[in-house]
């Protein structure tokens, strides 16, 4: 559900014209809608090296804490090319597959990219398209706006398990986000008695993120026993998520940590079943099933939701289901 974007650093230098008010306002209007569904993608190997960071750093003094605040609380990548971070008409099909949005200082729209006096936005079309969008009003960009449409989308019976990857977990598993928690408390129980012609929701979901993980990752799952899961099955479950993980083929799955809790325990703290990368959570009403074959069986809600008031919440469940005294875990090293 993230969108990736770039950023043009000449942007970010105030227009003469601008008051100290609209400046705030267009800066804080971007961070607002970056924290709930961006991606910064930026130039150099790191984000200091960037030439966007030199940007940042000549802010005026009431944005640059606001810059360095939310560079510390959420993702970005490097863009992978070698880049010097400008956006123009010339390089722009360079960056195809690697952005989906630029961010563009008003001269830059106009002169370069043809952009009408009135025009917020333009999509250059190629191989995968890409909008350019005036930095001024990044809030209203058409990708922005409709990944915010989507974050509540329900899954339809019959979306594909590649669509449903693509939309809504694509961007997040290539964010640089290590760790990955699931709860999901059928998610052991529908693996065990999944036909042998289909992966399991759980077993395709980590296909999926060993596929499109941009390095090492760390998981932990939540389940439940059930009356086909039993406690003395512990052993059978880590020697089947043993072979599960040892098929992955680019073994980017370092570390698969399962919880099996009671249904007693899942009763008490938590109906729900989500899935949370970091900051970032999909709350996925039948869970994992959505991925077993290769299509959802049923329609199912989910919603993308973060802010740290919201993830706190999630982040509880699972600390009061890891504390339950019936809970046992098995480790299985990637």
Known sequence: MLVPFIIDPVSLEPD???????????????????????????????????????????????????????????????C?????????RDNISRLTGITSLALVDDACAEVDFGFDEDQLSKVIEGER???????????????FEKALNQSGMHIEARDRYDDIWA?????????GIKRVTIVDRYAIVQHRNCPQRHLSGIERFLRLLDRDADGPRYVSLFSAWTDDVRRDHLAAVKDDFANVVGRLPKHKIKLLKIS?????????????????????????????KVFQGSCAEERSSAAFKTGDGIIHGYKQVEMDLDGDAGTKHVEIPG
């Open 16 to 78: 003469s014209a601008w008051t100290a008010a609209q400046v705030n306002i267009f800066h804080k209007s971007l961070l607002d809608v970056w924290q709930r569904v961006g991606l910064l993608t930026h130039d150099g190997d790191s984000f200091a090296d960037s030439r966007l960071n030199e940007a940042v750093q000549k802010l005026p003094q009431k944005l640059r804490p606001l810059w360095h605040e939310m560079l510390k609380r959420v993702p970005s990548r490097r």
């Open 80 to 88: 992978g090319i070698r880049w010097d971070g400008r956006v123009t």
């Open 129 to 143: 398209a890409i909008e350019v969008c005036r930095f001024i009003s990044a809030a209203q960009a058409r990708a």
């Open 167 to 175: 939309l809504r977990f694509k961007e997040l598993a290539a964010a």
């Open 260 to 288: 099996m809790v009671s249904k007693s325990a899942f009763g008490r703290v938590s109906h729900d079943r989500f899935v949370r990368f970091e900051n970032y959570v999909w709350d996925i009403g039948v869970g994992l």
